[in-house]
């Protein structure tokens, strides 16, 4: 790194991380404007959407610094989570058949619902002798898979922040003929929209503002979150993944609900723009097409998952191996006995109430989705977060 690289990163830690004093000026913007709103909403909620948000908001336990009333949620936002136990089991008959597959790391220890030859994740299916390689991203697998040519399956799992450089392989024909993609990215407008339809029909005063994934909306632009807003006449502010990136957006929100607004706002504009990479659009959408999607422990949502277009078709793994789409009826109980990860995915229960979490599920042996990636809420509850250790520095430094 040239010094000029370092500098500016301690720059930006120190105006948007190291900063109590700028932290405990928005605090106070917060509560200020929490109060207008106190007597028309009571108590609400807002929801961030991406897991290093929720990883943020946890770590550096800015829970601990709200108004009470105002409650922070974390929403779908880990890809890991929420995909289907279905596509995980066909991965790990595939290994068990001479397939190499890769995987990114969180996705090696992702729990089956259905053990196969008796394994019940990738990781027990490498230890009982199938060909199961971690890689941290595609570019791995190609240069792997042309070097000893056997046939091998890659797990794209992601959302869109991923896609373009899945594109980019099947545009620019790098994958060797050997190597299958297993297409299992997901699009995050149609899970913002479904997970806030289910909480308004539920819930009173539910959700009132999101806070927009970061990394996604380099890609897809701010332009994507609007018809949120618009649907659900709340304010949706993309945000950067520093503790005063957050504040700021949270306190953008409670300002633009005080005023009666509910537009699409970007905090994080060093990195962010209204309309994105279209480059990164346009080789997206000729790389894949947009279908129907199931996600794990929500279910069924239009227009939510990417395939590989026809054109690619020889690079898909899904009609390589004659792997059938989910049926509805796999959807539907998806998760193991006494999980919560379905209500915890969508902001409806904290991890602390699961009768699981921190007693049969832990990080180091997870039973729910949720549990397993750096990204997954319950897995960030247990590392940082409900031991109080918040709120007490929190009231020594007067932050609150």
Known sequence: MSEEASQTIKSLEKIFRNNANLAKTLVGYIDK????????????????????????????????????????????GCPVCVTPSYYIENAIRLGFEGIVIYTYGDVYRLPSLKPLNGASSLAEAKALGAEIKIVTGIGDAILDA????????????????????????LISNLLPENLKLMSLVKLTPPAMIATVDILEKEEENSVKGIIAPGHVSTIIGAKSWKPVADRHKIPVVVTGFEPIDVLIAIAEILKQLVRGEAKVSIEYTRAVSWE???KAQEMICRAFKVVEDAWRGIGFLPESGLRISDHFASFDAFREYGIPEIAPESCQADLPKGCRCAEVVIGKEKPTNCPLFMKKCTPSSPVGPCMVSLEGTCAIWARFGANGL???????????
């Open 276 to 278: 994105g990479d279209l």
């Open 146 to 169: 042309r070097a000893h040519g056997k046939e091998a399956v890659f797990l794209g799992i992601g959302f869109e922040t991923v896609a373009s450089g899945y594109a980019q392989t």
């Open 390 to 400: 918040a709120d007490r520095i929190a009231d020594e430094l007067e932050l609150r």
């Open 33 to 76: 404007f929490y109060s207008k709103l106190q007597k028309d909403f009571g108590s609400f909620k807002i929801m961030d959407f991406c897991g290093t948000h929720e990883w943020t908001i946890t770590h550096y336990g800015l829970r601990s610094l709200m108004p009470e009333g105002l409650e922070l949620v974390a929403g779908p």
